[in-house]
């Protein structure tokens, strides 16, 4: 027969498990309402989301798995430290602005795509669009460019684009710098965009013409690095600004420019910022004439 303080050490031995497991609980619904405790010690990306703050799709959506190149993953509207995130589909996406990479600290974690991380693939990170989508991402300090498949959510610091695997910043060049301006345009698993299927299509009678774009041109160099030392004098005073590489009378020159602008008066302005820092000779042009 069992002694009554046997029944008595079980029962508060049981309340102490669960009373502990209330604790974890309130801790982690805590964490998610103040964005605490799931930042990571990484420089190049400080926050990524858990793969289960993520909502799934809704139940009218499509049957099959959620997240497979056949069946992509929206999902409902989601809040990150006071600010609401609307997945969509945006096939004609096109963004300028910073990437950062990720790998180490999240290597072997589940995405929000419910597939497992591995910072040595061709990944990404993207806070609206479907799980997955693939993306043609340009350094455009270097002009490297590669697909990457977007499996992730995220960034969520300093106004970022994109989070890479350390797989894709190595690809692009970036690895040691940890941030790097980038475009991201949607494309198709081959890597082509929608731009680029509709040249497939035959020829119309009707020509449209190419809408208008504006450029400053900074300076001109021999050498990359001189380049690259412009880009990063004139990152703090104007945005997309980049390098591109051409071959006049058989040598390679490396072109520092901003753009593009869709009106002129626009790229005036950015001018006028150039110009202010000493560089004179800066000037604007269309691609009607680069």
Not at 15 to 33: E, H, I, N, R, W
Not at 136 to 165: H, K
């Amino acid at each position: 027969m069992q002694q009554p303080h046997a029944h008595k050490t079980r029962y508060k031995l049981l309340l102490l498990a669960l009373t502990s497991q209330f604790m974890v609980g309130c801790a982690a619904v805590s964490a998610v309402k103040g964005v605490a405790g799931l930042g990571y010690d990484v420089v190049s990306a400080p926050f990524k989301v858990a793969a289960w703050m993520i909502p799934d799709g809704d139940a009218t959506e499509a049957p099959g798995p959620l997240g497979t190149d056949d069946n992509p993953k929206i999902g409902r509207p989601y809040q990150i430290a006071g600010r609401w995130y609307t997945p969509k589909v945006e096939p004609n996406y096109t963004e300028v602005g910073f990437a950062s990479w990720y790998g180490p600290q999240f290597h072997g974690k589940d995405t929000a795509n419910g597939e497992v991380f591995d910072m040595n693939q061709l990944t990404a990170a993207h806070r609206t669009l479907p799980l997955p989508s693939y993306v043609r991402v340009t350094n455009l300090s270097n002009g490297r460019s590669v697909v990457l498949r977007v499996n992730d959510r995220g960034p969520f610091a300093n106004e970022r684009i994109l989070d890479v695997s350390r797989r894709g910043a190595q690809m692009l060049g970036f690895e040691q710098k940890g941030v790097q301006r980038v475009r991201v345009e949607v494309v198709d698993p081959s890597g082509r965009s929608r731009a680029e299927n509709r040249t497939d299509e035959p020829e119309r009678s009707v020509q449209v013409a190419a809408a208008m774009e504006y450029f400053v041109q900074v300076a001109s160099f021999n050498n990359r690095q001189s380049a690259n030392r412009l880009l990063n004098e004139i990152d703090d005073v104007v945005d997309n600004s980049y390098v591109e590489s051409a071959s006049v009378r058989g040598d390679v020159v490396y072109r520092v420019r901003v753009g593009p602008f869709s009106a002129e008066r626009t790229a005036n302005r950015a001018l006028t910022r150039i110009k202010r820092q000493g560089h004179g000779s800066a000037r604007v042009f269309s691609n009607a004439a680069s």
